[in-house]
């Protein structure tokens, strides 16, 4: 339990913002081998097909021997990312053998065993580029990566090299536009979860008639006020007009949880790092009050109430999972179980499912496309009205937003501390972006 505690605590003093089925089958248990880049783990790649190990297209006999499908993952793997984006690198693994050990992926009548390759980018926006070339070099057609603003630098290389790319918690509003065609995003993002937790928190804490917005300043604060603002209205409550932004070197939290209980909000929003808004909420209680805390990324709520502390750690609500709660797809319950196998259960309470869940959706996408062609799947993923994801059934949009719907808007798992501090996963909801 240190282990997890000084890890989670480390992980999220760096960075939180970003942290963010059906049948089973057990036909084969053939797994690929992993390349990665200098400095990278080797990882084993992954696919999968919503409730089915490889089988034969109709009408089209598949290949007698399996294919490999290269996958490629831009994580940091050292330097001080590591600790948020290892974990990411580790899910991609697991999934990955899981799905091989299940005999693979069927695409267009063909057996695909998929050959992850991890290129590391240091936790160095200067070192992206290079990291993006390996991959490149390895022929890799298809590359995920976990921390958006770290790779933003590489968007020319993609359309450069035409490699297809999709990230897992995107929030940056130009980072999907027309410009970019070879970007897309398995999440609607926090614009989306911005929104989607106003309308949990009325749902559960059904006395919530204010919110108010808070946030270090990270320079995209008035976008992001917007998004909470029709948040509020499409739940039928208040916004506290001002929002509050301080800087984010600031340690004068006891100030602004004055300012927060000020606004007579009931709830606050904030994104930004859970060391910060746990400090707020610590600050919140000591003035005697019950604001609940509105965590609109996919943190794990047993995580919060460690950083929040004991006396403090009730009336607050993430957009995370709890990987050993009822209501999970069976695929999520079998990532769970061999991430758990390969890594360790301390390792595992970490999990968010977010590299799977980037996997399985472009795998869905594949298999709908009957191809590995990056055009080809390109095409079909903005063709179509849903995927299959790891939580459930997604819609594809985001047009609004990014000129094209290449958003799976996968279903969040909505997690709460309730007023007596007890843990309570709520199951899924819908994430919709438009």
């Given at each position: 339990?240190?282990?997890?505690?000084?890890?989670?605590?480390?992980?999220?003093?760096?960075?939180?913002?970003?942290?963010?089925?059906?049948d089973?089958?057990?036909?084969?248990?053939?797994?690929?081998?992993?390349?990665?880049?200098?400095?990278?783990?080797?990882?084993?790649?992954?696919?999968?097909?919503?409730?089915?190990?490889?089988?034969?297209?109709?009408?089209?006999?598949?290949?007698?021997?399996?294919?490999?499908?290269?996958?490629?993952?831009?994580?940091?793997?050292?330097?001080?990312?590591?600790?948020?984006?290892?974990?990411?690198?580790?899910?991609?693994?697991?999934?990955?053998?899981?799905?091989?050990?299940?005999?693979?992926?069927?695409i267009g009548?063909?057996?695909?065993?998929?050959?992850?390759?991890?290129?590391?980018?240091q936790?160095?926006?200067?070192?992206?580029?290079?990291?993006?070339?390996?991959?490149?070099?390895?022929?890799?057609?298809?590359v995920f990566?976990?921390?958006?603003?770290?790779?933003?630098?590489?968007k020319?290389?993609?359309?450069?090299?035409?490699?297809?790319?999709?990230?897992?918690?995107p929030?940056?509003?130009?980072?999907a536009?027309p410009?970019?065609?070879?970007?897309?995003y398995?999440?609607?993002?926090?614009?989306?979860?911005?929104q989607?937790a106003?309308?949990?928190?009325?749902?559960?804490?059904p006395?919530?008639?204010?919110?108010?917005?808070?946030?270090?300043?990270?320079?995209?604060?008035?976008?992001?006020?917007?998004?909470?603002?029709?948040?509020?209205?499409?739940?039928?409550?208040?916004?506290?007009?001002?929002?509050?932004?301080?800087?984010?070197?600031?340690?004068?939290?006891?100030?602004?949880?004055?300012?927060?209980?000020?606004?007579?909000?009931?709830a606050?929003?904030?994104?930004?790092?859970?060391?910060?808004?746990?400090?707020?909420?610590?600050?919140?209680?000591?003035?005697?009050?019950?604001?609940i805390?509105?965590?609109?990324?996919?943190?794990?709520?047993?995580?919060?109430?460690?950083?929040?502390?004991?006396?403090?750690?009730?009336?607050?609500?993430t957009?995370?999972?709890?990987?050993t709660?009822?209501?999970?797809?069976?695929?999520y319950?079998?990532?769970?179980?061999?991430?758990?196998?390969?890594?360790?259960?301390?390792?595992a309470?970490?999990?968010?499912?977010?590299?799977?869940?980037?996997?399985?959706?472009?795998?869905?996408?594949?298999?709908?496309?009957?191809?590995?062609?990056?055009?080809?799947?390109?095409?079909?993923?903005?063709?179509l009205?849903?995927?299959?994801?790891?939580?459930?059934?997604?819609?594809?949009?985001?047009?609004?937003?990014?000129?094209?719907?290449?958003?799976?808007?996968?279903?969040?798992?909505?997690?709460?501390?309730?007023?007596?501090?007890?843990?309570?996963?709520?199951?899924?909801?819908?994430?919709?972006?438009?």
């Amino acid at each position: 339990m240190k282990k997890v505690i000084a890890l989670l605590l480390a992980a999220l003093f760096c960075l939180t913002l970003f942290a963010c089925n059906n049948d089973n089958s057990d036909s084969g248990n053939t797994s690929q081998g992993t390349s990665s880049s200098p400095g990278a783990p080797a990882s084993p790649g992954t696919a999968a097909s919503p409730g089915t190990a490889a089988s034969p297209g109709a009408g089209e006999p598949a290949s007698t021997e399996p294919q490999v499908l290269k996958i490629g993952g831009m994580f940091c793997t050292t330097g001080w990312i590591a600790q948020i984006d290892m974990p990411n690198a580790n899910e991609l693994t697991a999934f990955a053998d899981l799905i091989n050990k299940k005999g693979g992926w069927e695409i267009g009548g063909t057996t695909y065993m998929i050959d992850v390759v991890i290129s590391d980018v240091q936790s160095d926006p200067a070192y992206a580029r290079t990291a993006a070339l390996y991959l490149f070099d390895q022929d890799v057609q298809f590359v995920f990566d976990g921390m958006e603003f770290i790779v933003a630098g590489t968007k020319d290389l993609f359309e450069e090299y035409g490699v297809f790319h999709s990230d897992q918690l995107p929030s940056d509003p130009n980072g999907a536009g027309p410009q970019w065609p070879h970007y897309h995003y398995s999440s609607a993002g926090l614009y989306s979860n911005y929104q989607t937790a106003i309308a949990a928190a009325v749902k559960y804490f059904p006395d919530v008639k204010m919110v108010a917005y808070c946030e270090n300043d990270s320079g995209t604060n008035d976008f992001n006020y917007e998004f909470c603002k029709k948040g509020a209205v499409a739940a039928g409550i208040e916004i506290a007009p001002n929002p509050i932004v301080y800087p984010g070197e600031t340690a004068d939290f006891a100030a602004i949880a004055l300012a927060l209980s000020q606004t007579g909000a009931d709830a606050f929003i904030a994104a930004g790092p859970a060391t910060n808004n746990g400090a707020i909420v610590r600050e919140l209680r000591n003035l005697g009050s019950d604001m609940i805390y509105l965590c609109p990324t996919p943190q794990n709520v047993v995580t919060l109430s460690w950083i929040v502390g004991p006396d403090a750690a009730y009336n607050i609500l993430t957009m995370g999972t709890i990987p050993t709660a009822p209501g999970h797809t069976q695929w999520y319950y079998d990532a769970y179980e061999n991430y758990k196998e390969m890594f360790g259960e301390e390792d595992a309470m970490l999990m968010t499912g977010n590299s799977p869940n980037a996997l399985f959706i472009l795998l869905n996408v594949m298999k709908a496309a009957g191809s590995v062609d990056v055009k080809a799947v390109m095409d079909k993923w903005v063709s179509l009205d849903t995927v299959e994801t790891l939580f459930g059934p997604g819609p594809v949009c985001g047009a609004s937003l990014y000129g094209t719907p290449r958003v799976v808007a996968s279903p969040s798992g909505i997690s709460i501390l309730n007023g007596n501090g007890e843990v309570e996963f709520k199951g899924y909801i819908e994430n919709y972006l438009d």
